[in-house]
């Protein structure tokens, strides 16, 4: 059974970090792929750093890069994003999801499309 936990999300003033990690039991292919993906109270789920399969480097949404670092410890099936300089913009609740092998070229980049395992979120809220 496929089981993705997070954990910590929390609360940050503008400017401060935050370290999410997520625990992937179950699924533990090679061929999985990870990522984070985010979403904000009326607005739809958005890829926000993704590691697609052949990548060299992960997949970021134009909103979090340089600030945003997705990492992935494939021997603890855990991956991670580091997020600094957070903005309230980023409030949200973030998810980690797992996709097998599929044909990424379907959707468009940092869809939430192709991945079939979520973890239960966490939230994450920054104040100005």
């Known amino acids: 059974q496929v089981r993705l936990v997070e954990s910590g999300g929390g609360s940050v003033q503008a400017g401060e970090s935050l370290g999410l990690s997520c625990s992937n039991s179950g699924y533990t292919d090679s061929s999985v792929s990870m990522g984070w993906f985010r979403q904000a109270p009326g607005k739809e789920r958005e890829g926000v750093a993704i590691?697609?399969?052949?990548?060299?480097?992960?997949y970021y949404v134009d909103s979090v890069k340089g600030r945003f670092t997705f990492s992935r410890d494939t021997a603890n099936n855990t991956v991670y994003l580091q997020m600094n300089s957070l903005k309230p913009e980023d409030t949200a609740m973030y998810y980690c999801?797992?996709?097998?092998?599929?044909?990424?070229?379907?959707?468009?980049?940092?869809?939430?499309?192709?991945?079939?395992?979520w973890g239960q979120g966490t939230q994450v809220t920054v104040s100005s």
């Open positions: 590691m697609y399969p052949g990548g060299d480097t992960p």
């Open positions: 999801a797992a996709a097998g092998p599929v044909n990424f070229r379907r959707w468009p980049p940092g869809s939430p499309e192709p991945f079939n395992y």
